[in-house]
């Protein structure tokens, strides 16, 4: 979702360059994933007072699925060369690698912990919804 709000966000700024929107994605998850730690840091700390070199790395690496969202859309924005795409159809294909990330993993969440199918669907559903809200803004936003 938030590798989404990125490339959303920054469509309403005007055209951005491949470079550009690659380096503000991952830099994006980069700060977001920073302040996930923190957060989490300062509150374990509240609960447990000093903090371990081994607690500050195993959450760390628990959150760093915000970072390995932004890596998909990323290196879909890097391949456009490929499809001799221009600035929209940059942020478009991003945009719609970053949604079936989001309905992907809602998926695979789903699934790991323990839902049943008919659960799985619907978590894959509202992400899809959601993801779609975004690309009305988007579309919104373009016009």
Not at 53 to 77: D, F, G, H, M, T
């Amino acid at each position: 979702m938030l590798a989404a709000s990125v490339i959303v966000g920054a469509g309403t700024l005007g055209s951005f360059p491949r470079l550009q929107l690659i380096v503000l994605l991952l830099g994006t998850g980069v700060v977001f994933w920073a302040a996930h730690v923190f957060a989490r840091l300062f509150g374990a700390r509240l609960l447990v007072g000093r903090l371990s070199w081994s607690v500050i790395r195993r959450v760390s690496r628990q959150e760093r699925p915000i970072i390995e969202a932004a890596v998909p859309p990323a290196a879909a924005a890097a391949i456009t060369p490929l499809f001799d795409l221009g600035p929209q159809g940059i942020a478009w294909l991003a945009l719609l690698v970053a949604l079936a990330g989001q309905v992907g993993w809602a998926t695979v969440a789903a699934k790991r912990a323990g839902a049943s199918r008919r659960l799985m669907v619907v978590a894959g559903a509202i992400n899809l919804l959601l993801g779609l809200l975004i690309v009305l803004l988007k579309v919104g936003l373009q016009h």
